[in-house]
C-alpha cells in the first residue's frame, strides 16, 4: 500500500519569503512523486515531478522540491514567495515498480501569502 | 493544445436520481482516470482506462457507479442513484502512452452535489 502525509493544513508566509510545503510518502518500490496545485476554482495543475536522478527538481512558476530517499520526503520549496501563489497544494506517489497508474493523493495544504 | 475538459462544471441532484458526468481527454492521450475529493478530504482514485479498456477499477466504490470510455475517446461516469456521500468533486485526468513515468494532466473537475 502506498500514503502521502502532508502534515499541514495552512502555511502562511509573507510575500517575498521563501515557502515551504512539506510531504511524506510510503511506497513499496520506486517512488514516482508529484507536486499539483489547485488555484480557487479550476483544476489541478501539474507543478513538477521526480522519477529519477537529480534529488533537485524544478518545475513551473519557480517552485522546485527536494527528493530524500532517507527521510522519505518530497518537500515543495520556492525562495521567493508571491500573492499568486496563494492556492491548495496537493502532493502525489506512486509505485514506479508495478503497472499500476493510480496516484495516490495527500490531503492537501492551503498556502497562503501575506502582502 | 487543448487541456481535458469536463462538463458540466456543476451538477445539484436530489437522492435517488442519476447523474452521468463526462470527460474528453487530451487528444491522443490513450490513458484516462476518474478521482474523485469527497468533503474536502484526499483525493481518491477511482478508476483508469486504457484507451476503452478498463485497466484498474479497483478504486470505484460500488455497483452505482458506471464508468465507460466507448471508443476509446471520451468518457462518462454514471452514478445511478445517487447517495449524499457521493457529493463532491469529481476530476478525470489523462496521459500519453510513453512509459509508467508519463504526467497525469487534470480537468477542472465537476461539482457534485446531492440533496
Known amino acids: 500500500a502506498q500514503s502521502v502525509a502532508q502534515p499541514e493544513d495552512q502555511v502562511n508566509v509573507a510575500e517575498g519569503n521563501p515557502l515551504t510545503v512539506k510531504c511524506t510518502y510510503s511506497?513499496?518500490?520506486?517512488?514516482?512523486l508529484f507536486w499539483y496545485v489547485q488555484y480557487p476554482n479550476r483544476g489541478l495543475q501539474f507543478l513538477l515531478k521526480?522519477?529519477?536522478?537529480?534529488?533537485l527538481v524544478k518545475g513551473s512558476y519557480g517552485f522546485e522540491a527536494e527528493f530524500n530517499k532517507s527521510q522519505t520526503s518530497f518537500h515543495l520549496k520556492k525562495p521567493s514567495a508571491l500573492v499568486s501563489d496563494s492556492a491548495l497544494y496537493f502532493c502525489?506517489?506512486?509505485?514506479?515498480?508495478?503497472?499500476?497508474?493510480?496516484?495516490?493523493f495527500g490531503s492537501g495544504t492551503r498556502l497562503q501569502v501575506q502582502p | 493544445e487543448a487541456g481535458v475538459t469536463q462538463f458540466p462544471s456543476h451538477s445539484v441532484i436530489e437522492k435517488g436520481q442519476t447523474v452521468t458526468l463526462r470527460c474528453d481527454p487530451i487528444?491522443?492521450?490513450?490513458?484516462l482516470y476518474w478521482y474523485r475529493r469527497v468533503m474536502g478530504k484526499e483525493i481518491k482514485f477511482l478508476l483508469h482506462?486504457?484507451?476503452?479498456?478498463?485497466?484498474?477499477e479497483s478504486g470505484m466504490p460500488n455497483n452505482r457507479f458506471l464508468a465507460e470510455r466507448t471508443g476509446g475517446t471520451y468518457s462518462t461516469l454514471k452514478v445511478q442513484p445517487a447517495e449524499l456521500e457521493d457529493s463532491g468533486v469529481y476530476f478525470c485526468?489523462?496521459?500519453?502512452?510513453?512509459?509508467?513515468?508519463?504526467?497525469?494532466?487534470f480537468g477542472p473537475g465537476t461539482r457534485l452535489l446531492v440533496l
Open positions: 485526468a489523462s496521459s500519453p502512452n510513453f512509459g509508467r513515468a508519463e504526467t497525469q494532466y
Open positions: 511506497v513499496s518500490g520506486n517512488p514516482y
Open positions: 521526480y522519477i529519477t536522478g537529480d534529488n
Open positions: 502525489a506517489v506512486r509505485d514506479g515498480a508495478t503497472g499500476r497508474r493510480a496516484l495516490t
Open positions: 487528444s491522443g492521450h490513450d490513458n
Open positions: 482506462f486504457v484507451k476503452e479498456s478498463k485497466q484498474d
